[in-house]
């Protein structure tokens, strides 16, 4: 067979998101602090989610390099912690998780996909029914098609909904998964984790599964997240958060009691056969973790730039969605979107739309990912070029 009769399929389908839209290539960046370029172009980055700035901070760095020895500086596992990959540095980095969160234990993965994807299916059976919030994230998608178990998508932050089909499947399963986000990455709204907490104790076998991705640094007396702000960490059996986003780091984890965490070890295929995270990122993971209560001045910072921009809007008589760092700009069509984003950029802002299959057909947008960095002139200078738009 020729490459065009085995590859035809591909530029066939390539050419029709082309046509749509909805083409994505790698853009080809170069990186300067809390700044890109794009070819001649330099923008203030507002298209990633480091949200406390911490990423670019050089200073942090520069204590954590000071505290580091050669002996410390262990570039790779090598392998998966069953075998010969774990290390020291991975289990005081959990011991710190659980002793933050108040939990008995703690658990790392390499990201939040490779978690959400392997938590679901190592604890979900045919006995199982997981009711999962219909804006969760792709991973949790993912991780519940390959349970093997069955499932409903609830209306998004609709808890009447979710109760209405809670109570209506009582007498056929055994356990019951609520799964959401606590900020939802796209529309940058919130779950209220309380009600949720009182639905799950008032019916019995029912866990709760909450992704705090985007919370975790953001939320909190402590940087912990959403769950800690509330006051419902304990009720939370399954508690994931990552450390690529407001920690300028990489990985994730789980908090949650012993049992689960030692069936995770035995059951979680991503985690049973993914070489572990390198020593030395969990090192400075812990690094960051530690200083992370102190930062409440970023924390106030961030949230006040939030709704310094929705403020501005709402004063145009315009209502932008969602009460979190990220504040999405509904567009419509794909192309509109792409042309709005170009026009930001064109500015100095490093702004990218949201097309489908990550957002419905209809609902591309800009997201604009907020970042407590921003010095109030670019956020005057930001609020301008947005509303001219």
């Not at 507002?46 to 204590?63: I, P, V």
């Not at 992704?211 to 912990?224: I, M, N, R, S, T």
């Not at 026009?343 to 800009?366: C, D, E, K, M, N």
Request: aromatic share 8%.
């Amino acid at each position: 067979m020729t490459k065009e009769t085995n590859y035809g399929y591909m530029r066939q389908e390539l050419k029709k998101l082309a046509d749509e839209g909805n083409l994505r290539r790698l853009p080809q960046l170069a990186h300067d602090g809390r700044y890109v370029s794009l070819g001649e172009q330099r923008m203030l980055n507002l298209s990633s989610n480091d949200y406390l700035g911490l990423a670019d901070d050089l200073d942090l760095r520069c204590q954590f390099l000071e505290e580091l020895t050669p002996q410390d500086f262990i570039p790779s596992a090598s392998s998966s912690r069953l075998m010969t990959g774990n290390f020291r540095a991975h289990r005081r980095l959990e011991l710190e998780l659980a002793h933050l969160y108040g939990k008995e234990e703690a658990l790392l993965f390499n990201c939040g996909y490779h978690a959400n994807v392997g938590i679901l299916p190592a604890v979900a059976d045919e006995r199982t029914l997981i009711l999962a919030d219909k804006l969760v994230h792709a991973s949790l998608i993912d991780g519940i098609r390959l349970s093997k178990c069955s499932y409903f998508r609830y209306r998004h932050n609709d808890l009447n909904h979710l109760e209405h089909l809670l109570s209506g499947q009582l007498d056929r399963y055994e356990r019951f998964i609520i799964v959401t986000e606590s900020v939802f990455s796209m529309d940058g709204d919130r779950t209220n984790l309380r009600a949720l907490v009182e639905l799950k104790r008032r019916y019995p076998g029912v866990m709760l599964y909450v992704d705090e991705a985007h919370a975790f640094g953001v939320y909190g007396p402590q940087g912990l997240g959403c769950a800690e702000e509330e006051g419902v960490t304990d009720d939370i059996d399954f508690l994931m958060g990552t450390f690529g986003k407001a920690l300028a780091s990489e990985g994730a984890f789980v908090v949650c009691d012993r049992t689960v965490r030692e069936y995770l070890v035995n059951r979680m295929r991503p985690f049973i056969f993914t070489t572990a995270l390198p020593p030395i990122n969990a090192a400075w993971t812990r690094f960051l973790l530690q200083r992370l209560p102190g930062m409440t001045e970023r924390r106030e910072r961030l949230r006040g730039l939030g709704n310094m921009l929705r403020m501005a809007f709402a004063l145009k008589g315009r209502h932008l969605p969602g009460d979190s760092q990220i504040v999405p700009i509904i567009v419509g069509a794909s192309d509109r979107a792409v042309l709005k984003a170009e026009a930001l950029q064109r500015h100095g802002f490093y702004v990218l739309p949201v097309r489908p299959p990550t957002v419905p057909v209809g609902t591309s947008r800009l997201r604009i990912s907020l970042r407590a960095d921003i010095t109030d002139g670019e956020m005057e200078r930001l609020i301008k070029h947005l509303q001219e738009l």
